[in-house]
T-cell receptor, first 117, second 113 residues
């Protein structure tokens, strides 16, 4: 079975500072993928970034980067130069298992990030 | 524009009534999914379908039913057997292969009175 753990229920960060959201995962599969999604108060899920288990480089997408430490089974999201619009829930998720992800993602419980002016 | 639509956005029902949530996608994706989200919680998988006329139970399928008669459509019925149906329901789809990134609809907030 797969499991995602996000240990920070909430975070307050000053605008323009960098922020790191923690995510650890557990799976016995060798091939897996890790995702981060953002959920604003409106409820939609917005895809941010993806890291495959065999990717040698850490993924980056604009202000988002994923600090992937395979041996520690961690996949932390780093947001550089935070903005007020970054205030939202952030979810770490994983695809793994016999279906290779076609049978759904496993989500963590999320981190509520609040950016303060 | 390609995407996933869910209707309605808000739904109110009396206890004991079945209710069907709509999910349509025009992304030509093979696989579709239903998740449930409770306050302060992550998403939990209810049902998924990888091809037409086939679907599989997820982690919390009890009290729910689905159908997949068309590639574009994956409706979810919340039956009276679901003990605590009030929640936010999200539909998603994905192509097969690649990263399996899931694209989500805007969600339906169901309240059972």
């Amino acid at each position: 079975a797969q499991k995602i753990t996000q240990t920070q229920p909430g975070m307050f960060v000053q605008e323009k500072e960098a922020v790191t959201l923690d995510c650890t995962y557990d799976t016995s599969d060798q091939s897996y993928g890790l995702f981060w999604y953002k959920q604003p108060s409106s409820g939609e899920m917005i895809f941010l970034i993806y890291q495959g288990s065999y990717d040698e480089q850490n993924a980056t997408e604009g202000r988002y980067s994923l600090n992937f430490q395979k041996a520690r089974k961690s996949a932390n999201l780093v947001i550089s130069a935070s903005q007020l619009g970054d205030s939202a829930m952030y979810f770490c998720a994983m695809r793994a298992g016999p279906g290779g992800g076609a049978d759904g993602l496993t989500f963590g419980k999320g981190t509520h990030l609040i950016i303060q002016p | 524009d390609g995407g996933i639509t869910q209707s309605p956005k808000y739904l109110f029902r009396k206890e004991g009534q079945n209710v069907t949530l709509s999910c349509e996608q025009n992304l030509n994706h093979d696989a579709m999914y239903w998740y449930r989200q409770d306050p302060g919680q992550g998403l939990r998988l209810i049902y998924y379908s990888q091809i037409v006329n086939d679907f599989q139970k997820g982690d919390i399928a009890e009290g729910y039913s689905v159908s997949r008669e068309k590639k574009e459509s994956f409706p979810l019925t919340v039956t009276s057997a679901q003990k605590n149906p009030t929640a936010f329901y999200l539909c998603a789809s994905t192509t097969s292969g690649g990263t399996n990134e899931q694209f989500f609809g805007p969600g339906t907030r169901l309240t059972v009175l």
